[in-house]
Structures are given as structure tokens and as C-alpha cells.
């Protein structure tokens, strides 16, 4: 019993074993789908088939292929929601899931359509859809709550967390665990069917939805749920959707429940936010693509971060994370000192909030080692220097790492706008030198640009990506050029709130604006902690002539205000860390007397397309590979709103042709040459969107 392309299938005495086949996650597209309906459905017309345990190859499956869902293939026959799922309760033939890897959304809602599951001890078991803009929608918010009770499933289904197969069998959402689910599946299925046939009509367990959601305080729980999910501005979309289904799971017999779920998935699959949240999550997952995919990489086991500050420091507690023998180099002992103990202090914080065992936390101490000097880095597969960004700062650290660091060790630099190739000249390897981008805290923050310098090997691009996907970040892959992708796009952003400042309008106002859209941060806030005196120096040290945007910003940097590191900025800063609108920044220009009336609407739209226009640019001259990866930096490093996708999604779902009339009118207003036509974005107008 070969079976089809997408599932596998085999006997075992009177057991049929279908194993689903769509590397690298099974994930649940139409022609899987497909198959494993017929295979269902030819065992439970096969009576010399007693019972049936399905799986996976590799994993059992991470749910729907999301991609589907906007082709509209995600609801085509077979659906999982009825048609499979349906399929599966009417069975008379006995279903057990064993579950290797992840059975996640969709994988798990099948799972427990079956008559009984089986997972192993580190299987992870989830409803992670809430996460992602949606909400289950196979059956998920009506069995779990019959599985594991009404509070156990609103935990599960609104925070979206995954947990282990102990755990999964403690809370009764599988029935057993085993090291080998395929063997104990075959036990369990002789025993179910031996009850099925000494039954007067077939399955002797129960499926789920025979149950009822029978819990006192079951109505209470979802509606005090409901309330707290109402007043968060920031809840997760598909969360209110996902409570009213389990609303309806607690108060509907199953399939009225089941049809409600739908309703509401349905419903919510064509919102705005749930196409920009699947959008994002493909982005990222197809995020650190490299020119040379089938490129070899060198493992790194163990590393050096050159450079005691706050990055440093932040990118030495990454590595120790991903397991990686850290040595952190300083000249001043002092330095190296102090890192050390605030890395352990971190640690030790992370234990406290239970986030590391104190195992962990020792195996992590144990791998860290502080020194002075560079020769610290003689013996390690990477090297990632941190230190102060300035171009011969950072010349002078990679000329010394070339005649100490072995030949063939990585050698990142984690510059945010430097060019890297100037950086690679002073080595004689600059095949071995590659950006590191990391954004502060860099133990943190998910993101981080890695730079294919001009001479940078595959292998070493491949390797540093592999590496940086270790650490569990999200790696996108830039060329050399000012800014990279992100500060470059971002310092538009910064402009355009400064120009509207010059035009009248308070920088506080322009930050409610914004932050009220729903970036993370306003402008102005964000220029304060950075510094003003970072962005006034990189003004200061560029060629050309000034540009007149910046003429606030400079004044403000002139005057020592600094930002939050000085007290002063944009905002004052009091001892308790609150803060108020710095007064006198207002006579630095004329508040409220611009020539004409700005409204919020205009604060938006010429913020946001800055980052739009400026996007263009990038993406016209490759240092982005793709639209996608620059909605996942903008995303994941500058705050963008991830309701809105990123800057270029907002776009094609505003309408190129809609954006670029906006920009030529701003052109006309303002006598702004950066609002000139771009080229490529008209070409975007007849395109469809990502």
C-alpha cells in the first residue's frame, strides 16, 4: 500500500498507517488534503481495516498552509473544518493521531478530531492562530474546551502558546506519551478496535464531539475573558472572534458551535489585519534567503564579541542563548568586568521570571568568559565587533582581527549604516567579513540586517545566516549602501516628522499622531533615545550641503539636548523617568503658524509614505532582495505597526496609484524635491498586492 505523493500508507496486521507527506512541516494544502481524505475514506471501506493512526512525516503538521488563504484555496474541497474533520467524527473505523514534531492549528484541530491522541514527550501541541491575525477555524475553539476544559482552552487559544507532550497529557488533550508514537498508536488501535467490535455500533471511544462543555462557571469565564480582551487597544486580532466561538462552544450543541466558528473564521480571514498578519508571517518565515541557497555552512561553536557596552553585552547573552562558547573583549578590565557581571545578572533575571531553569542559567555562565584585548578572538569561528560606530574605530579593529582570527573565522561587524566595504579593505580576507546588524537589546530584538559586503563569500553569508537563525532571530539579507535597509528607510521617516515641525506643527502632537496610528514609538521619542547627537554627527561628517529638513533637529543637538541621556531633548526627563514636551524647543520655529492648516490625516500619510517612497529606492537598487523583506525590518526593528504589514504593504493595499498621486501632491505642497515620481513605484500601480 504505497499510497499517493502526499501521504504514505502501509499496514500493519489490520492497522492502516497513513502518514502525511509535504515536507517541511506538513503543512495542510488542498492536494494533501486531498489525499488524505481518500485514504480515509478507503480504509473505513476496507472491513479488513480495523482501525487507522495517522501522522506525519517528521512533524505530524503545523496547520494550514496560510498562502491558500488568499489564492482561496485554503476553503476549497476537501475543507478541514467539515469536510475532513466531518469525516473523521462519522467513522465508524477507530483514528488515532501520533504526534511526532508540532501538530499545530490546523495539525492539532485534526489531531483531535480523532478518536484518541498520542504524542511524544517533546512534541509541541498549540493553537498558535491568534498570533497570526486569525483564529481556529477547523473545529479548535469547539473540541478543545471538550478536551481540557473551558479555562485550560481560553489560555491555550488567546495567548497562542504551544506546549510540550507532558504537558499536552497532564491538561488531557492527548491520551498517552511514548518515545515511540507509532508503536503505542498500533497498541491503542488494537484495543479501541477490539471495543468497537464487541459494540453494537463501532467506536468505543467517544470522539470530542459527543461531549459537552459541562463547567459551572464555563459562560462566566469566557465572558470575563471577552471584557479583558476589549479593553486591551493592542489585543492580537482574531482574539474577540475566537472568545465569541468559545461562547458559542459553552452555550451551542456542537454543530450549531462549529458552524458559528466558521462564520466568524470566514468572516475574519478577509479583514485588513488578518491578510496583513499572514502576509507577515510568511515574510518572515521566508526571511535570510541567500543568492546561493545549496551553499555549505560552517557550524560556529563557539565565539567573540568585541565591545563591552550595551550591544555587546546584548549580543553575548544571544549566543550564549543558542549555545554558543562566548568570550566578550574590551580594552579596559574594568569594562570587561562589568559586562560580565550584568550578563549574569541577566541570567539571573531570567531564571526569576522563569524564563531559564537554573541549569541553563549555569551551563550559559559556564560558557562565558570575559577578557582584555583582542587576542581573545585567536580561537573562534566568528567574531561579531560592537564597538562605537565610527568608520576608523572599526577599520583599526578589523586590521588587528586580521593578523589574530584563524583563517576561515567569520568576521561581523554589526555596523547600522558604515560601508562594510571600507571595513572589509582593511583585512586581507575580505571574503570573511559580513554585517552583523543587531538591534538594541540585541538579547531581544528579533531582527537583525545581515550585509553581503562586496567580496563577502556565500559561504561565509550563508553561515553568518545560519548562525543568525540560531540565535533565534529573523535574518534579511542587505547590500552595502547608507543606511542599509531599515535606517535608511527609517531616516526618511525621522526627516519628514522634522519637516512638519518646520512647518508649524509641535513634535509632541506629531508623536500622539503617530502613535496614536499605531507606530511603537513617536519620532521625536525615538530620537531621544537614540541621542540627537547620534544622527546631528552622521549630518555633520556626510559631503554635500546641508539639508534644510534637519535645520530643528541640528538646533536641538547643538544646544547639548541630547535626549534622554542628557535630561533634555524634545522632551524633558524627570528623575522618575516621566516626561513633558520640552518647551523651548518651540522657539526654535514658529508653533502653529505654518502657511496653511495640517490635519492628522496629512501627519500620517506623509510619515508613512516617506518610508513608502524611500522603500522604492531601495528596492530599485537591490539592497533589499524584496518587498517582503522590507516590511519584516520594518516591521520587526523600527516599531512599524504589524496591523499594517510593513510600509510597502500598507501601499499596495492603500493602492500604488492612490500613493503615488499623494506624492505628487506633496511634491506640489511642499516644493520638496525627495516627493519627485519614482519610477518604480508606477510600475507597481498594475501589479497585484504581496
Given at each position: 500500500m504505497a499510497g499517493s505523493a502526499r501521504v504514505d500508507q502501509h499496514r500493519e496486521g489490520d492497522v492502516l498507517i497513513v502518514t502525511m507527506v509535504n515536507p517541511p512541516v506538513n503543512t495542510l494544502g488542498r492536494p494533501l488534503r486531498r489525499d488524505l481524505l481518500a485514504a480515509l475514506e478507503n480504509a473505513e471501506a476496507d472491513p479488513t481495516i480495523k482501525a487507522v493512526v495517522v501522522t506525519g512525516r517528521g512533524n505530524f503538521s503545523a496547520g494550514a498552509d496560510l498562502a491558500e488563504f488568499d489564492s482561496g484555496e485554503g476553503l476549497a474541497e476537501p475543507t478541514l473544518h467539515l469536510t475532513i474533520a466531518g469525516y473523521l467524527d462519522s467513522m465508524k473505523t477507530p483514528t488515532i493521531a501520533a504526534i511526532t514534531g508540532v501538530a499545530l492549528g490546523g495539525g492539532l484541530e485534526l489531531a483531535l478530531a480523532c478518536s484518541a491522541r498520542i504524542a511524544e514527550r517533546d512534541s509541541r501541541l498549540g493553537l498558535p492562530e491568534t498570533t497570526l491575525g486569525f483564529m481556529p477555524g477547523a473545529?479548535?475553539?469547539?473540541?478543545?474546551?471538550?478536551?481540557?476544559?473551558?479555562?485550560?482552552?481560553?489560555?491555550?487559544?488567546?495567548?497562542?502558546?504551544?506546549?510540550?507532550?507532558?504537558?499536552?497529557?497532564?491538561?488531557?488533550?492527548?491520551?498517552?506519551?511514548?518515545?515511540?508514537?507509532?508503536?503505542?498508536?498500533?497498541?491503542?488501535?488494537?484495543?479501541?478496535?477490539?471495543?468497537?467490535?464487541?459494540?453494537?455500533?463501532?467506536?468505543?471511544?467517544?470522539?470530542?464531539?459527543?461531549?459537552?462543555?459541562?463547567?459551572?462557571?464555563?459562560?462566566?469565564?469566557?465572558?470575563?475573558?471577552?471584557?479583558?480582551?476589549?479593553?486591551?487597544?493592542?489585543?492580537?486580532?482574531?482574539v474577540l472572534d475566537a472568545l465569541a466561538a468559545l461562547s458559542a462552544a459553552v452555550t451551542l450543541p456542537f454543530d450549531k458551535g462549529l458552524a458559528r466558528e466558521f462564520e466568524l473564521f470566514r468572516s475574519l480571514a478577509l479583514q485588513p489585519e488578518a491578510r496583513a498578519a499572514r502576509y507577515r508571517f510568511l515574510s518572515e518565515r521566508a526571511a535570510g534567503r541567500v543568492p546561493t541557497p545549496d551553499e555549505s555552512t560552517t557550524p560556529v561553536s563557539r565565539a567573540a564579541v568585541v565591545g563591552a557596552g550595551t550591544m555587546g553585552r546584548g549580543i553575548t547573552l544571544a549566543l550564549l542563548g543558542a549555545g554558543v562558547v562566548t568570550t566578550i573583549i574590551d580594552t579596559d578590565l574594568e569594562r570587561v568586568d562589568s559586562a560580565v557581571a550584568a550578563i549574569a545578572a541577566e541570567l539571573e533575571r531570567s531564571v526569576s521570571k522563569g524564563r531559564l531553569s537554573g541549569r541553563q542559567r549555569d551551563e550559559q555562565l559556564a560558557s562565558l568568559t570575559g577578557v582584555v584585548g583582542l587576542d581573545g578572538a585567536a580561537d573562534v569561528d566568528a567574531v561579531i565587533e560592537a564597538v562605537f560606530e565610527d568608520l576608523q574605530v572599526k577599520i583599526d579593529v578589523f586590521a588587528q582581527l586580521d593578523s589574530i582570527a584563524r583563517p576561515g573565522t567569520?568576521?561581523?561587524?554589526?555596523?547600522?549604516?558604515?560601508?562594510?566595504?571600507?571595513?572589509?579593505?582593511?583585512?586581507?580576507?575580505?571574503?570573511?567579513?559580513?554585517?552583523?546588524?543587531?538591534?538594541?537589546?540585541?538579547?531581544?530584538?528579533?531582527?537583525?540586517?545581515?550585509?553581503?559586503?562586496?567580496?563577502?563569500?556565500?559561504?561565509?553569508l550563508a553561515s553568518t545566516v545560519a548562525l543568525a537563525k540560531r540565535m533565534k532571530k529573523i535574518p534579511v539579507v542587505a547590500e552595502v549602501g547608507p543606511g542599509f535597509i531599515g535606517n535608511r528607510i527609517f531616516d526618511q521617516y525621522l526627516r519628514q516628522a522634522n519637516s512638519l515641525v518646520l512647518e508649524g506643527l509641535e513634535p509632541s502632537r506629531v508623536d500622539r499622531v503617530l502613535e496614536a496610528w499605531g507606530m511603537a514609538m513617536g519620532p521625536f521619542r525615538v530620537l531621544d533615545v537614540i541621542g540627537n547627537d547620534v544622527p546631528w554627527m552622521a549630518r555633520r561628517a556626510a559631503p554635500g550641503a546641508k539639508d534644510p529638513a534637519w535645520a530643528?533637529?541640528?538646533?536641538?543637538?547643538?544646544?547639548?539636548?541630547?535626549?534622554?541621556?542628557?535630561?533634555?531633548?524634545?522632551?524633558?526627563?524627570?528623575?522618575?523617568?516621566?516626561?513633558?514636551?520640552?518647551?523651548?524647543?518651540?522657539?526654535?520655529?514658529?508653533?502653529?503658524?505654518?502657511?496653511?492648516?495640517?490635519?492628522?490625516?496629512?501627519i500620517v500619510e506623509r510619515c508613512v509614505l516617506a518610508m513608502v517612497r524611500e522603500a522604492a529606492d531601495v528596492l530599485e537598487a537591490a539592497i533589499a532582495a524584496s518587498s517582503a523583506d522590507v516590511d519584516t525590518v520594518m516591521v520587526n526593528g523600527y516599531g512599524f505597526p504589524a496591523r499594517h504589514g510593513g510600509p510597502w504593504f500598507f501601499a499596495s493595499d492603500l493602492g500604488f496609484d492612490r500613493a503615488n498621486r499623494a506624492m505628487v501632491k506633496w511634491a506640489r505642497v511642499t516644493s520638496d524635491p525627495f516627493w519627485e515620481p519614482s519610477t518604480f513605484l508606477r510600475s507597481r500601480e498594475d501589479r497585484p498586492t504581496p
Open positions: 473545529g479548535g475553539t469547539q473540541r478543545l474546551p471538550r478536551a481540557i476544559g473551558i479555562e485550560a482552552a481560553l489560555d491555550l487559544i488567546m495567548t497562542g502558546r504551544s506546549v510540550d507532550g507532558s504537558q499536552a497529557l497532564s491538561m488531557g488533550l492527548v491520551d498517552a506519551i511514548d518515545s515511540d508514537v507509532i508503536a503505542a498508536a498500533i497498541a491503542m488501535a488494537a484495543r479501541l478496535a477490539a471495543s468497537a467490535s464487541a459494540s453494537a455500533n463501532a467506536n468505543a471511544k467517544p470522539r470530542l464531539r459527543d461531549d459537552a462543555v459541562e463547567e459551572p462557571l464555563a459562560e462566566a469565564l469566557v465572558e470575563a475573558a471577552r471584557r479583558s480582551a476589549a479593553r486591551n487597544p493592542r489585543v492580537n486580532a482574531g567569520i568576521l561581523a561587524s554589526n555596523t547600522s549604516s558604515l560601508d562594510l566595504n571600507l571595513i572589509a579593505g582593511a583585512t586581507k580576507r575580505p571574503e570573511s567579513v559580513v554585517g552583523m546588524h543587531f538591534f538594541s537589546p540585541a538579547n531581544i530584538m528579533k531582527l537583525v540586517e545581515v550585509v553581503n559586503g562586496a567580496h563577502t563569500a556565500p559561504a561565509t530643528i533637529a541640528d538646533a536641538v543637538a547643538e544646544r547639548g539636548w541630547f535626549g534622554r541621556k542628557s535630561g533634555i531633548g524634545w522632551y524633558r526627563y524627570a528623575a522618575d523617568g516621566s516626561s513633558s514636551p520640552n518647551s523651548e524647543v518651540g522657539s526654535l520655529y514658529s508653533p502653529g503658524r505654518g502657511d496653511r492648516a495640517i490635519d492628522d490625516a496629512e
